[in-house]
């Protein structure tokens, strides 16, 4: 009862800004693409993740929105084959199929199957290795844009953060960015009561982007929302009772936010 004056009005606010975020999205939109590169009649975007459902888990929200965009070509390209438990196949042919779900076609998705990037939280991923590896698919599809996660890696798993660091190294270090710029945007990681808000988060996160001025905010409303819980039921065997508990409650599934780094 004490918490009712402060919790009633931040929901009701969030409800709020929910419904205009969805009912107006261009009240958010900013260009992705480095200034240099905006006069061109299709741009590329690509999403470096670690696990196969990583891209409906927690980039959900900015896939459906990217899917609407006709002047915008989209890839993904997933490090691992997901073969921690010995399904890495199996794990390959549902990333496709969510993919396509999401708006993808089959040949957009990139699964590296290296036994030097296992699927595997107590095993360090070559950093240098993750750069190269983004880097080779970035020069190959004249990438404009990169998405990943950022050092937290939303979750804290290691191999999240290492794909981080390796598209930030990347970034950092590739000559041929410095004449061909990219622009790399991360996934932003919330404390535990905010990932699990769902849109109740949504004040919050626009706070947060209010307030830095190269960030980016995706909204999904009830269509993109069912599109990215769809696109995770084809991930058969990763639907524990669990991850349906995570599809209903996460802010990820609803909002995603990025920060600009370079």
């Not at 896939?63 to 989209?74: C, H």
């Not at 979750?155 to 660091?165: D, K, L, Q, R, T």
Request: net charge positive.
């Amino acid at each position: 009862m004490i918490l009712a004056p402060i919790l009633v009005p931040l929901l009701l606010a969030s409800v709020a800004a929910y419904i205009v975020l969805c009912w107006r999205p261009q009240l958010m939109e900013r260009s992705l693409v480095p200034q240099e590169k905006r006069s061109k009649p299709q741009n590329h975007v690509l999403f470096v993740t670690a696990h196969p459902d990583d891209e409906c888990m927690f980039f959900a929200p900015t896939f459906a929105k990217l899917a609407k965009q006709r002047n915008v070509a989209v890839s993904l390209l997933c490090l691992s084959k997901g073969d921690h438990d010995g399904q890495g196949e199996l794990r390959k042919k549902e990333l496709v199929k969510a993919a396509v779900s999401l708006g993808l076609t089959p040949d957009s998705v990139i699964i590296v199957d290296d036994p030097n990037l296992p699927d595997d939280p107590r095993k360090a991923w070559n950093i240098a290795l993750v750069a190269k590896t983004v880097e080779a698919v970035v020069t190959a599809g004249d990438v404009d844009t990169v998405f990943t996660f950022d050092k937290q890696g939303v979750s804290g798993h290691p191999n999240h953060i290492a794909a981080y660091m390796g598209v930030k190294h990347m970034a950092v270090t590739s000559q041929r960015l410095k004449f061909h710029p990219v622009n790399v945007y991360v996934l932003e990681s919330v404390g535990l009561v905010r990932k699990y808000s769902s849109i109740i988060d949504t004040v919050f996160s626009l706070g947060s982007v209010l307030a830095a001025g190269d960030s980016l905010m995706f909204v999904a409303d009830v269509q993109a929302y069912s599109m990215g819980v769809q696109a995770m039921a084809l991930h058969e065997s990763q639907m524990m009772w669990f991850r349906k508990l995570y599809l209903a409650f996460s802010r990820y599934m609803f909002i995603n936010t990025y920060s600009k780094i370079n």
